[in-house]
């Protein structure tokens, strides 16, 4: 049938970004850093060989700018295609007084993801709303296009919780999946007839590949998470040691 077999996902982060920059107006609407841009161009290297039958980005600048940037590199050349289902999940306002203080509010978010009405940050979306969001998404993309490989540039949490839907284990694994700036992750999805006799489906899902870094493969520089290394700080460990999610 057309369309069924093996389909092959690229699926990457954006690169660096500063949220504090000076003449920022709109968090949205933030461009990669110089540090971003060249770490989009070391991805753009080591895929410059593989074969985009589709591009896809979330909407969002800092996902087309990286896309852009690898497949400047690349022999193929696909149409950069919006995919809106699959922009970061959607958060809540918080007072913080320090950058310090914002990331380790944030570096709580995912622990309990699969704990019933929970949000990204108070009054953000609910993680359960996001995962229906973007998991009808990707099985768009996989099952409403014809297509053999992908590139698909998003953000950290939906590729957690895509990571999460092709583990079988949904949120409650999305805490343990860490996806570095700019980190490639390589999924290859089986699609064949439906058994209704109608269309496809998904049958099986394997990832191939794990938060690669291209600017650093052994990550012998990247010892910090990527929330600590995005927002400049130190923890000293996966989590602050202070508990801010408590207070």
């Not at 990457?12 to 107006?25: E, I, N, Q, S």
């Not at 770490?39 to 589709?54: C, E, I, R």
């Not at 939906?158 to 992750?185: H, K, M, P, Y």
Request: hydrophobic fraction near 40%; proline fraction near 4%; charged fraction near 25%.
């Amino acid at each position: 049938m057309k369309g069924s077999g093996r389909r092959r996902i690229y699926l990457m982060r954006h690169g660096h970004v500063d949220y504090f920059a000076p003449d920022l107006t709109d968090p949205r609407q933030v461009p990669l850093t110089e540090e971003g841009r060249e770490q989009a161009q070391t991805a753009g290297h080591a895929l410059q060989h593989a074969h985009f039958d589709m591009a896809v980005y979330s909407g969002l600048p800092r996902t087309r700018e990286t896309a852009k940037i690898v497949l400047s590199s690349n022999h193929s050349a696909p149409d950069l295609v919006a995919f809106e289902g699959l922009e970061e999940v959607k958060s809540g306002w918080i007072k913080a007084t320090s950058r310090e203080e914002l990331a380790a509010r944030l570096a709580y978010s995912f622990d309990e993801a699969d704990a019933p009405g929970a949000r990204f940050l108070p009054d953000g979306e609910t993680f359960s709303e996001a995962q229906g969001r973007i998991t009808s998404a990707l099985e768009d993309l996989v099952l409403g296009h014809i297509w053999r490989s992908a590139l698909v540039v998003a953000h950290e949490g939906v590729n957690r919780i895509i990571l999460g839907w092709a583990c079988g284990g949904g949120l409650a694994t999305i805490s343990a999946f860490e996806q570095d700036l700019c980190c490639i992750n390589l999924l290859d999805v089986d699609v064949t007839p439906a058994e209704s006799g109608n269309g496809l489906q998904i049958e099986r899902v394997a990832i191939k590949a794990l938060n690669m870094t291209a600017h650093d493969y052994v990550k012998k520089g990247l010892d910090r998470s990527s929330l600590e290394h995005l927002f400049d700080v130190d923890f000293g460990g996966l989590r602050p040691k202070k508990d801010w999610a408590a207070e």
